[in-house]
């Protein structure tokens, strides 16, 4: 590790370097772990100084499995077969440098014995974690802190915020420091380096063509947002005058139990499988089964047949000869249902608007869907051609519903597992009945989601709740990716794998899915209050939390919320409702919002005022640009 301060990289001075700083490749979006080793600096150039980090290894790396990032050692080569060839090896190519302004730092966070290190902008990104294998970030943030204050989050201790000038400068006034003679440069001579070294960091645009995937520094986030989402041709929900809050001030109190201790089991073995297939291929103890599956997920062998049981497409009740019949007449069905669109004319297709329409969007979709995974990457791949072919004999089988944006990234993993075109699409076939109520046109289903997701946030979390209310951050729509495609685009494939089978389990309830949001939510509670996050960069730090969630930890997380909220005493119904439990007054309306007044464990508060979000308050566009919109928004 070398600290010079004269050396020189590039048209930057180096205040400080660390080699060995290791990030996730996140563009190979490989089956499994890649990392990129590099070197991280602290350059100061003519118009400020910058955090940079640039790969100096193109071969990737692999980490064997550990208990956190403490074992850095273990970080190594990742080899690779003499197959790989020349499209391998270009599938290596170096990763884009990182480079930040300091002044745009908000905050950094420190894990696993100081050797993971989170930086957090101010406009709510978040680069790639740096794992630091030789020595550990102490001595990066000792040189940081010479340019930059730094205090420790009252929320959380491993977070550090970023002291902005307005409020140092007050900071010293309060200290009624007498005045340094230096000529009169200062009025506190104490702060003149300071002063100076951050009138050098003022920030310019062409700073912007080092990072050309972020805004325009001219544009706000929420100009972006406007322009981008239409936002001003959105029709308002339809409520009456004061009517978008019901405002509850007394009613029964409620106390959150204290939260049980979760934890994950191994995936389903090939034996365990055996063990719930009689002696004719039945299959026997469904709920056991599904309880393993959701406890630890499927090895990967088991995948291709268990999907089609947890899909519902291959019948539990029916032998294994029983069932390749059921298969051949699926066949025969996908076969006919192909052949309508397939054989239809150029003149037929011009007399058919809507499907001509649908026609297009799946052809644009499906030239953008998972490119940079292998199995679909390059021109003319023919696993694209069969994603294309199972989109379109869905427009037939679905005619009411079609194809809509986002649908594309649901199939893409089934068919990867699948490989074959017809079980691809009957498994295909199971999801969408799972989740179409989240392509309907009207909406309703993702307003009633983001509605009750809502209200489980007043619940657990009423601190959060009321921040995310003050800051007009409370229709979370910056859940809607999250929802609409239930994760897909958050964890890699292996994960989201193990993440939908769980789902597809319905345990512990049918909206467990709501609960994976509180998990991640939780997680970057302290990020997102501590920074004084407002909706745009809200917004903008959801976004950037894709490939870096970790599966396990919020699914552990996500089950203790449920437990210990399914324990409560005073539940409302609505609540109950989405924990699956039987309203305790069925003649009522389920989704109506009941009083009450949550208390933490422990705590006897007195009732309070809840807001309540109603159902029409978080009514969303219903065009299907919504879509397309949701799912392509990148910063």
């Not at 859940?479 to 193990?498: N, V």
């Amino acid at each position: 590790m070398d600290s010079s301060m004269e050396e020189l990289t590039g048209d930057g001075e180096v205040q400080y370097s660390h080699h060995g700083v290791i990030i996730r490749d996140l563009n190979q979006n490989r089956d499994d772990d890649s990392y990129c080793s590099g070197t991280l600096y602290l350059k100061k150039y003519s118009y400020g100084m910058f955090i940079e980090w640039i790969q100096t290894e193109e071969k990737p790396l692999s980490v064997e499995p550990q208990e956190g990032w403490a074992m850095v050692t273990t970080i190594k080569e990742q080899p690779r077969s003499a197959a790989d060839g020349a499209e391998g090896a270009a599938s290596m190519a170096k990763i884009r440098p990182i480079k930040i302004d300091i002044t745009d730092l908000k905050s950094y966070k420190i894990k696993n014995n100081s050797h993971e290190l989170t930086l957090t902008l101010k406009d709510g990104s978040r680069p790639s974690p740096l794992l630091f294998q030789n020595d550990n970030a102490d001595k990066f943030i000792s040189a940081l802190r010479e340019y930059i204050f730094f205090d420790r989050s009252d929320r959380e201790p491993n977070l550090y915020c970023a002291k902005s000038m307005q409020k140092l400068t007050k900071s010293f006034a309060d200290l009624n420091l007498p005045a340094i003679d230096d000529g009169g440069s200062s009025k506190w001579g104490i702060l003149a380096p300071y002063e100076k070294t951050m009138t050098i960091f003022s920030k310019v645009a062409n700073v912007v063509l080092h990072q050309s995937n972020i805004l325009n520094p001219e544009e706000t986030v929420e100009e972006v947002i406007k322009q981008y989402f239409q936002m001003d041709n959105i029709p308002p929900a339809v409520t009456a005058p004061d009517e978008e809050y019901e405002v509850i001030t007394s009613g029964p109190v409620f106390t959150l139990p204290p939260r049980p201790e979760v934890k994950r089991g191994p995936p389903l073995t090939t034996e365990e499988w055996a063990r719930h297939l009689d002696e004719n291929g039945r299959i026997i103890n469904l709920p056991d089964l599904k309880e393993k599956i959701f406890r630890g997920g499927l090895s990967l062998t088991l995948r291709y047949d268990v999907w089609k049981v947890l899909l519902d497409y291959m019948p539990c009740d029916k032998t294994s000869e029983e069932w390749q019949a059921v298969r051949k007449q699926k066949l025969e069905e996908y076969a006919r249902m192909k052949l309508q669109w397939s054989s239809m004319s150029a003149g037929q297709e011009s007399r058919f608007s809507q499907f001509h329409k649908k026609k297009s969007i799946i052809e644009k979709d499906v030239n953008r869907t998972d490119r940079t995974i292998p199995y679909f990457e390059g021109n003319d791949n023919p696993n694209l051609k069969i994603l294309y072919n199972i989109l379109m004999t869905y427009v037939m089988y679905n005619f009411d519903l079609g194809y809509v944006q986002g649908m594309s990234d649901l199939l893409s993993p089934i068919l990867y597992l699948m490989e074959k075109e017809e079980d691809a699409f009957w498994c295909f076939v199971g999801f969408m009945n799972k989740v179409s109520k989240n392509f309907a046109k009207d909406q309703i289903g993702m307003s009633q989601q983001l509605s009750n997701l809502n209200l489980l946030i007043r619940i657990v979390d009423p601190e959060m709740a009321d921040y995310l209310e003050k800051k007009e951050a409370d229709n979370l729509f910056f859940c809607f990716r999250w929802l609409l495609i239930l994760f897909k685009r958050e964890f890699s494939y292996q994960d989201i794998m193990t993440l939908w089978e769980v789902l597809w389990t319905d345990l512990p309830g049918p909206n467990f899915h709501l609960f994976i949001c509180l998990a991640i939510l939780e997680s970057e509670r302290d990020t997102l209050l501590s920074n004084e996050y407002g909706f745009n960069e809200i917004l903008k730090h959801i976004n950037d939390l894709s490939l870096h969630i970790h599966l396990e930890d919020t699914l552990t997380k996500a089950e203790a919320i449920y437990l210990q909220l399914s324990s409560a005493e005073n539940l409302p119904d609505r609540v109950r409702v989405i924990l699956g439990k039987a309203p305790l007054n069925p003649e009522s309306d389920s989704d109506s919002d009941e009083d009450f007044a949550p208390a933490t464990s422990g705590q006897n508060s007195e009732p309070s005022a809840v807001h309540v979000p109603s159902t029409s308050s978080t009514m969303l566009n219903p065009s299907e640009q919504m879509f397309e919109d949701s799912l392509s928004f990148q910063f």
